[in-house]
Protein backbone atom coordinates (compact mmCIF):
# COMPACT_ATOMS: atom_id res chain seq x y z
CA UNK A 1 0.00 0.00 0.00
CA UNK A 2 1.00 3.40 -0.57
CA UNK A 3 2.77 5.44 1.84
CA UNK A 4 1.27 9.21 3.36
CA UNK A 5 3.52 11.10 1.06
CA UNK A 6 2.51 8.85 -2.31
CA UNK A 7 -1.29 11.01 -2.19
CA UNK A 8 -0.53 13.94 -3.78
CA UNK A 9 -2.84 17.43 -2.73
CA UNK A 10 -3.74 19.34 -5.38
CA UNK A 11 -2.60 22.82 -4.72
CA UNK A 12 -5.41 24.32 -5.70
CA UNK A 13 -7.64 22.11 -3.22
CA UNK A 14 -5.37 23.45 -0.59
CA UNK A 15 -6.19 26.96 -1.54
CA UNK A 16 -9.90 26.27 -1.56
CA UNK A 17 -10.07 24.84 1.52
CA UNK A 18 -7.67 27.86 3.02
CA UNK A 19 -9.87 30.50 1.52
CA UNK A 20 -14.00 28.51 3.09
CA UNK A 21 -12.16 27.64 6.46
CA UNK A 22 -8.89 29.37 7.15
CA UNK A 23 -6.42 27.20 9.30
CA UNK A 24 -8.96 24.76 9.95
CA UNK A 25 -8.81 23.93 5.79
CA UNK A 26 -5.01 24.00 6.11
CA UNK A 27 -5.00 21.91 8.78
CA UNK A 28 -7.32 19.40 6.78
CA UNK A 29 -5.29 19.26 3.61
CA UNK A 30 -2.11 18.45 5.52
CA UNK A 31 -4.20 15.70 6.79
CA UNK A 32 -5.44 14.06 4.10
CA UNK A 33 -2.32 11.83 2.75
CA UNK A 34 -2.23 9.94 6.08
CA UNK A 35 -6.03 9.65 5.90
CA UNK A 36 -6.20 8.52 2.30
CA UNK A 37 -3.22 6.12 3.25
CA UNK A 38 -5.31 4.50 6.31
CA UNK A 39 -8.36 3.85 4.21
CA UNK A 40 -6.91 2.76 1.56
CA UNK A 41 -4.83 0.10 3.88
CA UNK A 42 -8.30 -0.71 5.72
CA UNK A 43 -10.21 -0.71 2.66
CA UNK A 44 -7.98 -2.59 0.61
CA UNK A 45 -7.94 -0.49 -2.10
CA UNK A 46 -4.97 0.67 -4.65
CA UNK A 47 -4.71 3.64 -6.42
CA UNK A 48 -5.89 4.08 -9.84
CA UNK A 49 -5.35 7.24 -11.54
CA UNK A 50 -4.87 11.16 -10.71
CA UNK A 51 -7.02 12.62 -7.89
CA UNK A 52 -9.59 14.82 -8.54
CA UNK A 53 -11.54 17.67 -6.51
CA UNK A 54 -14.02 19.98 -5.38
CA UNK A 55 -14.15 23.21 -3.36
CA UNK A 56 -13.51 21.29 -0.37
CA UNK A 57 -13.25 17.63 -1.63
CA UNK A 58 -10.36 15.58 -2.37
CA UNK A 59 -12.03 12.25 -4.99
CA UNK A 60 -8.92 9.60 -5.57
CA UNK A 61 -10.21 6.26 -7.90
CA UNK A 62 -9.12 3.56 -6.88
CA UNK A 63 -9.34 -0.38 -7.20
CA UNK A 64 -11.24 -2.39 -4.74
CA UNK A 65 -9.91 -5.52 -3.74
CA UNK A 66 -11.64 -7.83 -6.35
CA UNK A 67 -10.64 -5.30 -9.16
CA UNK A 68 -13.74 -3.63 -9.33
CA UNK A 69 -13.67 0.71 -9.37
CA UNK A 70 -14.56 2.86 -6.43
CA UNK A 71 -13.72 6.41 -5.79
CA UNK A 72 -12.62 7.27 -2.06
CA UNK A 73 -14.09 10.32 -1.41
CA UNK A 74 -12.61 12.91 1.55
CA UNK A 75 -13.85 16.19 2.67
CA UNK A 76 -14.50 18.01 5.82
CA UNK A 77 -18.17 17.33 7.49
CA UNK A 78 -20.39 20.40 7.97
CA UNK A 79 -24.11 21.12 7.84
CA UNK A 80 -24.53 20.88 4.22
CA UNK A 81 -22.25 17.33 3.82
CA UNK A 82 -22.90 15.49 6.95
CA UNK A 83 -26.00 13.62 5.65
CA UNK A 84 -24.95 12.58 2.56
CA UNK A 85 -23.57 8.94 3.86
CA UNK A 86 -27.29 8.76 5.06
CA UNK A 87 -29.06 10.02 2.21
CA UNK A 88 -26.96 7.46 -0.64
CA UNK A 89 -27.91 4.65 1.88
CA UNK A 90 -31.54 5.52 1.24
CA UNK A 91 -31.35 5.77 -2.08
CA UNK A 92 -29.52 2.55 -2.33
CA UNK A 93 -28.20 3.38 -6.14
CA UNK A 94 -31.74 4.19 -6.92
CA UNK A 95 -31.11 7.37 -8.92
CA UNK A 96 -27.77 8.43 -7.51
CA UNK A 97 -24.24 7.08 -6.89
CA UNK A 98 -23.71 3.81 -4.85
CA UNK A 99 -22.26 4.06 -1.36
CA UNK A 100 -19.79 0.74 -0.66
CA UNK A 101 -18.18 1.99 2.86
CA UNK A 102 -18.16 5.07 4.85
CA UNK A 103 -16.24 5.44 7.79
CA UNK A 104 -18.54 8.01 10.87
CA UNK A 105 -14.91 8.68 12.30
CA UNK A 106 -14.03 11.31 9.35
CA UNK A 107 -17.16 11.04 6.97
CA UNK A 108 -14.76 9.40 4.30
CA UNK A 109 -16.50 7.59 1.74
CA UNK A 110 -15.83 4.55 -0.84
CA UNK A 111 -18.54 5.24 -3.75
CA UNK A 112 -19.20 3.14 -6.46
CA UNK A 113 -16.74 5.31 -9.84
CA UNK A 114 -18.77 7.32 -12.34
CA UNK A 115 -17.21 9.05 -15.06
CA UNK A 116 -16.00 12.93 -14.12
CA UNK A 117 -15.32 13.70 -18.02
CA UNK A 118 -19.32 13.05 -18.62
CA UNK A 119 -21.69 15.08 -17.27
CA UNK A 120 -25.00 16.42 -18.16
CA UNK A 121 -22.62 19.71 -19.37
CA UNK A 122 -21.80 17.18 -22.07
CA UNK A 123 -25.02 16.96 -23.45
CA UNK A 124 -25.64 19.76 -26.26
CA UNK A 125 -29.32 19.99 -25.77
CA UNK A 126 -30.09 21.81 -22.28
CA UNK A 127 -33.56 20.58 -22.30
CA UNK A 128 -32.90 17.37 -23.18
CA UNK A 129 -29.94 17.52 -20.29
CA UNK A 130 -32.99 19.11 -18.43
CA UNK A 131 -35.16 15.96 -18.94
CA UNK A 132 -32.97 13.81 -17.61
CA UNK A 133 -32.12 16.22 -14.59
CA UNK A 134 -35.84 16.00 -13.84
CA UNK A 135 -36.34 12.73 -13.98
CA UNK A 136 -33.79 11.81 -11.58
CA UNK A 137 -35.12 14.18 -9.26
CA UNK A 138 -38.34 12.81 -9.87
CA UNK A 139 -37.04 9.41 -8.37
CA UNK A 140 -34.51 10.86 -6.10
CA UNK A 141 -37.54 12.99 -4.29
CA UNK A 142 -40.10 9.94 -3.75
CA UNK A 143 -37.82 8.95 -1.19
CA UNK A 144 -39.06 10.01 2.40
CA UNK A 145 -36.49 12.03 4.22
CA UNK A 146 -34.67 9.15 6.78
CA UNK A 147 -35.52 10.25 10.45
CA UNK A 148 -32.64 12.67 12.02
CA UNK A 149 -32.00 14.07 8.54
CA UNK A 150 -31.52 18.14 8.45
CA UNK A 151 -34.95 19.69 7.61
CA UNK A 152 -36.17 22.76 5.90
CA UNK A 153 -38.41 23.93 8.18
CA UNK A 154 -35.49 24.93 10.14
CA UNK A 155 -33.70 26.22 6.94
CA UNK A 156 -36.69 27.92 6.37
CA UNK A 157 -37.07 29.95 9.50
CA UNK A 158 -33.23 30.95 9.78
CA UNK A 159 -34.04 32.25 6.28
CA UNK A 160 -37.13 34.31 7.49
CA UNK A 161 -35.22 35.56 10.36
CA UNK A 162 -32.00 37.20 8.23
CA UNK A 163 -34.08 38.75 5.72
CA UNK A 164 -34.65 41.89 7.51
CA UNK A 165 -31.07 42.66 8.02
CA UNK A 166 -30.36 41.52 4.01
CA UNK A 167 -33.03 44.54 2.97
CA UNK A 168 -31.01 46.33 4.84
CA UNK A 169 -27.71 45.55 2.93
CA UNK A 170 -28.92 45.94 -0.51
CA UNK A 171 -28.79 49.18 -2.15
CA UNK A 172 -31.03 49.13 -4.61
CA UNK A 173 -34.85 49.10 -3.96
CA UNK A 174 -35.71 47.40 -6.77
CA UNK A 175 -33.45 44.44 -5.19
CA UNK A 176 -35.13 45.30 -1.71
CA UNK A 177 -38.50 44.68 -3.13
CA UNK A 178 -37.45 42.00 -5.11
CA UNK A 179 -36.26 40.27 -2.05
CA UNK A 180 -38.96 40.97 0.36
CA UNK A 181 -41.24 39.34 -2.69
CA UNK A 182 -39.40 36.11 -2.00
CA UNK A 183 -39.89 36.64 1.55
CA UNK A 184 -43.39 36.87 1.28
CA UNK A 185 -43.29 33.49 -1.04
CA UNK A 186 -41.74 31.67 1.39
CA UNK A 187 -43.90 32.77 4.20
CA UNK A 188 -46.80 31.19 2.42
CA UNK A 189 -45.25 27.57 2.10
CA UNK A 190 -43.75 27.50 5.14
CA UNK A 191 -46.72 25.58 7.16
CA UNK A 192 -45.78 22.77 4.89
CA UNK A 193 -42.05 22.28 4.49
CA UNK A 194 -42.57 18.66 3.22
CA UNK A 195 -40.78 15.39 4.06
CA UNK A 196 -39.32 13.95 0.54
CA UNK A 197 -35.33 13.56 0.36
CA UNK A 198 -33.69 16.53 -1.47
CA UNK A 199 -30.82 16.13 -3.07
CA UNK A 200 -30.39 20.45 -2.81
CA UNK A 201 -27.87 21.30 -5.12
CA UNK A 202 -28.65 18.78 -8.18
CA UNK A 203 -27.54 20.85 -11.40
CA UNK A 204 -25.72 19.43 -14.46
CA UNK A 205 -22.49 19.02 -13.14
CA UNK A 206 -23.38 16.55 -10.69
CA UNK A 207 -24.93 14.17 -12.87
CA UNK A 208 -22.81 11.25 -14.05
CA UNK A 209 -22.61 8.75 -16.23
CA UNK A 210 -21.30 5.47 -14.80
CA UNK A 211 -17.00 4.73 -15.76
CA UNK A 212 -16.61 2.72 -18.40
CA UNK A 213 -19.30 0.55 -21.17
CA UNK A 214 -22.73 -0.86 -19.95
CA UNK A 215 -23.27 0.78 -16.58
CA UNK A 216 -26.33 -0.12 -14.48
CA UNK A 217 -27.72 3.25 -15.41
CA UNK A 218 -27.35 5.68 -18.11
CA UNK A 219 -27.14 8.88 -15.90
CA UNK A 220 -26.47 8.92 -11.49
CA UNK A 221 -26.55 12.05 -9.07
CA UNK A 222 -23.82 12.86 -7.12
CA UNK A 223 -23.08 15.17 -4.42
CA UNK A 224 -25.69 16.10 -2.46
CA UNK A 225 -26.46 18.14 0.06
CA UNK A 226 -29.38 16.62 1.88
CA UNK A 227 -32.31 17.89 3.47
CA UNK A 228 -35.93 16.70 4.26
CA UNK A 229 -38.04 19.07 2.53
CA UNK A 230 -40.37 19.90 -0.73
CA UNK A 231 -39.43 18.41 -3.83
CA UNK A 232 -40.36 22.71 -5.60
CA UNK A 233 -36.88 23.42 -3.43
CA UNK A 234 -34.54 21.60 -5.79
CA UNK A 235 -35.40 23.04 -8.84
CA UNK A 236 -33.55 26.48 -8.70
CA UNK A 237 -30.20 25.11 -9.78
CA UNK A 238 -30.79 23.47 -12.81
CA UNK A 239 -32.67 26.60 -14.14
CA UNK A 240 -29.80 29.09 -13.68
CA UNK A 241 -27.35 27.02 -14.42
CA UNK A 242 -26.32 26.61 -18.23
CA UNK A 243 -27.26 29.94 -18.40
CA UNK A 244 -25.10 30.35 -21.83
CA UNK A 245 -28.41 28.45 -23.11
CA UNK A 246 -31.01 30.35 -21.94
CA UNK A 247 -29.03 33.43 -23.50
CA UNK A 248 -28.84 31.60 -26.54
CA UNK A 249 -32.54 31.56 -26.75
CA UNK A 250 -32.81 35.40 -27.71
CA UNK A 251 -35.92 35.69 -24.64
CA UNK A 252 -34.47 34.65 -21.46
CA UNK A 253 -37.96 34.42 -19.62
CA UNK A 254 -39.25 32.94 -22.05
CA UNK A 255 -36.65 30.05 -21.68
CA UNK A 256 -36.96 30.26 -17.79
CA UNK A 257 -40.09 29.13 -18.02
CA UNK A 258 -40.11 26.47 -20.14
CA UNK A 259 -37.14 25.07 -18.08
CA UNK A 260 -39.27 25.54 -14.79
CA UNK A 261 -42.54 24.29 -16.92
CA UNK A 262 -40.52 21.14 -17.50
CA UNK A 263 -39.80 20.30 -14.58
CA UNK A 264 -42.82 20.70 -12.61
CA UNK A 265 -44.75 18.68 -15.08
CA UNK A 266 -42.09 15.58 -14.71
CA UNK A 267 -41.81 15.88 -10.83
CA UNK A 268 -46.13 16.11 -11.14
CA UNK A 269 -45.32 19.79 -8.83
CA UNK A 270 -48.24 22.40 -8.33
CA UNK A 271 -46.84 24.74 -9.71
CA UNK A 272 -47.60 27.95 -7.62
CA UNK A 273 -46.27 26.14 -4.74
CA UNK A 274 -42.93 25.11 -6.83
CA UNK A 275 -42.87 29.01 -7.64
CA UNK A 276 -42.78 29.79 -3.70
CA UNK A 277 -40.52 27.34 -3.01
CA UNK A 278 -38.15 28.30 -5.96
CA UNK A 279 -38.59 32.14 -4.65
CA UNK A 280 -37.33 31.07 -1.42
CA UNK A 281 -34.07 29.19 -2.80
CA UNK A 282 -33.33 32.59 -4.74
CA UNK A 283 -33.57 34.18 -1.16
CA UNK A 284 -31.34 31.87 0.04
CA UNK A 285 -28.64 32.96 -2.47
CA UNK A 286 -29.68 36.43 -2.03
CA UNK A 287 -29.01 35.93 1.77
CA UNK A 288 -25.48 34.05 1.16
CA UNK A 289 -24.61 36.99 -1.08
CA UNK A 290 -24.96 39.71 1.37
CA UNK A 291 -23.35 37.62 3.86
CA UNK A 292 -20.42 37.67 1.78
CA UNK A 293 -20.55 41.79 1.32
CA UNK A 294 -22.80 41.66 -1.62
CA UNK A 295 -25.10 44.54 -1.93
CA UNK A 296 -27.14 43.51 -4.86
CA UNK A 297 -28.90 40.75 -6.23
CA UNK A 298 -26.92 38.50 -8.55
CA UNK A 299 -28.75 39.56 -12.04
CA UNK A 300 -29.37 35.59 -12.64
CA UNK A 301 -31.28 35.27 -9.56
CA UNK A 302 -32.94 38.72 -10.68
CA UNK A 303 -34.07 37.17 -13.86
CA UNK A 304 -35.14 33.62 -12.38
CA UNK A 305 -37.61 35.24 -10.06
CA UNK A 306 -38.70 37.73 -12.08
CA UNK A 307 -39.86 35.32 -14.75
CA UNK A 308 -41.80 33.62 -12.18
CA UNK A 309 -43.47 36.83 -10.18
CA UNK A 310 -44.58 38.11 -13.42
CA UNK A 311 -46.11 35.09 -14.99
Known amino acids: MPGPASIQVPDALTASLVDCLGETGRGWAARLPALAAE ?6 LRPAGPPAHGVLGLVLPVLRADGTPGALKLQPVDEETVGEPMALRAWGGRGAVRLLAHDPATGSMLLERLDPDRS ?23 QQAPS ?18 ALAALVDPG ?14 VRHDPGDRLLHWDLHYGNVLAPAGSGGRAPWLAIDPKPLAGD ?18 TGDVRRALRRRFDLMTDILALD ?31 RAVAEALLTR
Open 175 to 188: DRRLVADCAAALRE
Open 39 to 44: LMERWR
Open 120 to 142: LLAVPDDLAALRVLAELLAGLTR
Open 271 to 301: RARATSWTLARVLQNALWDVEDGETVVAPTQ
Open 148 to 165: GMRHLADIADAMLAQAPA
Open 231 to 248: PGFELLPALHNRWADLAA
